[in-house]
């Protein structure tokens, strides 16, 4: 049997990084099957497209994974290849706490022939062996043989083939650049993001995530040979294409276990596994300066810090009262110290926010060293205590928000301030955030870095300007590129300079020219 795996487009980024998911189940999928991947950020494709797709590649089984916000479009898919004839399994965060919604059980539509719930690792086989049967059961959970919930262990992980995946629609290099860029250092023909877990689960349980429902609060890890082994599997295809990788480590708590997270950092040191990295930790784990020494020899260069608040009592009251805000400057601090930045994520509409939220956040953000800050609005994602604890007290004003999704939109009202203000605070924080002297004085702060390191700071900050300010168009980028001029020129400036400097450019001596 062909399957597909689909992942609908998000509608902001575009081929920024690929779902592990895809990849996971792909390795995972028995022998005598062919599996073919599409995310649709990468490789856009409507209901037409999707269904012209299935049928020409003779596809037999459609699954597809996605998030709450992308819900409307994957059941929109879904619909199309399902009247294409082809059966549709649906997975991942949403349906699993919206079974019934995608199976048609609450007098909606049906959009799925099958919906596996929770971690999809063991149940897949089964699912894929049915499907070829032409016999899917409406559910598939994540069972014992006695019926019991069963988180899959890590140890026996599945080798995911890097070197030879088909990773074309996930070049992150314009097509156009590639065969000079292919030159330049190392070689910069290919850069790519790639998403690797060392391990599940997180047992903080802060009222509006998701990860503790879903993966459980038991902790879970890869051995860390396999993590070394599937660094070092990326490393040689980077190498051999003359390009760039940088692995996401998408656990949601890098360092929840400071021990373990050691041991794994020093034996991808010792293993001279070393790729860039980018993970998720939250502040209070970073109090420790051995932990942060080894992040910055091991390839660490961002760290993504769920901050939320600076306000102690909105963070109490979404169940985050581990994170103290006046400890974050030190940390960050502790960080930059050592040329590890941090991606520093708010959210306003929290219940003790005002009006003003924005500018107080941003005055702390200022005196930070440079980073990448990014600002959402709180949502209640289903089944989280936060939509429970929101729709007990009557305050959803978009219960379904999922079915008609809008970025950067309430959907319900905060205590103190009203909808639109809590929009016009998050709008504030990006345009002030990202504006082009924003964005200078981000590259002035690091004039003691390597111009390599601040240019690479400058485009870390327009792409991630691209999260609320979307660059669709070419006009988009013209006026962008306008805007932030004199950076742009003063970083040119310099390089050409370094340029003129360096002995390279020199002419070759006459004895090696024609000898
Ligand atoms: C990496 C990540 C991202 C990446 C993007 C995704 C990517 N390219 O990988 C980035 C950093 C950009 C991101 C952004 C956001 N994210 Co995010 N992200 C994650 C994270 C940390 C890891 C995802 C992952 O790979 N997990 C590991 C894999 C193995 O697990 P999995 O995807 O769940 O897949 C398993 C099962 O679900 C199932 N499965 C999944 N799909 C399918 C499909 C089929 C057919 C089958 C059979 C099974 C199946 O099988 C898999 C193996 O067991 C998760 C948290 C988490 N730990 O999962 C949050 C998470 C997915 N993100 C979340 C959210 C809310 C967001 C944002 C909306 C945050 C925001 N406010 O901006 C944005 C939206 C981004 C956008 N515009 O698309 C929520 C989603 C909750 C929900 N109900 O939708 C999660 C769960 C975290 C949370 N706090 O609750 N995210
Ligand atoms: S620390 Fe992060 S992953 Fe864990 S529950 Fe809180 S928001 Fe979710």
Known sequence: MRILLYNPDNGVTRNFMPHLWMFLLQSLTPAGHEVLLIDGNAQPLDEAGIARYVREQKIGLVGIGAMTRMIAKAYRMADAVRAAGVQVVMGGPHVTEMADEALGRNGGARHADAVALGEADETWPRIVEDAARGALQDLYAPVDPSGKERKPS?????????????????????????????????????FRIIPVESGRGCPYGCEFCTVTGFFGDSIRFRTNESVVNELLLLKARAKKELGQIAVFFIDDNFAINVKRTKSLLRDIIAAGAQVNWVAQISANLLRDEELVDLIAASGGKWVFIGMESIDPTNLKDVNKGFNKPGEYATVLQRLALRNVYAITSFIFGMDNDTVGVAERTLEQVRTWPPGLPIFGLLTPLPATPLYKRLEASGRLTRPKHWQEFVPFAMAHTPLKMSIDEAHAEVKYAWSEAYSAEALGKAVDALDDQPLGYRINIFIARLCFRGIYFPMMGRFAWMKMLAENGGTIFKLAKQGFLAWYASPAKAPAPATSAGD
């Open 154 to 190: 890590l140890k026996q992980y599945p080798v995911i083939p890097w070197d030879s995946i088909d990773l074309h629609q996930f070049n992150l290099v314009p097509k156009a650049a590639t065969p000079w860029l292919k030159k330049l250092g190392e070689g910069w023909g290919t």
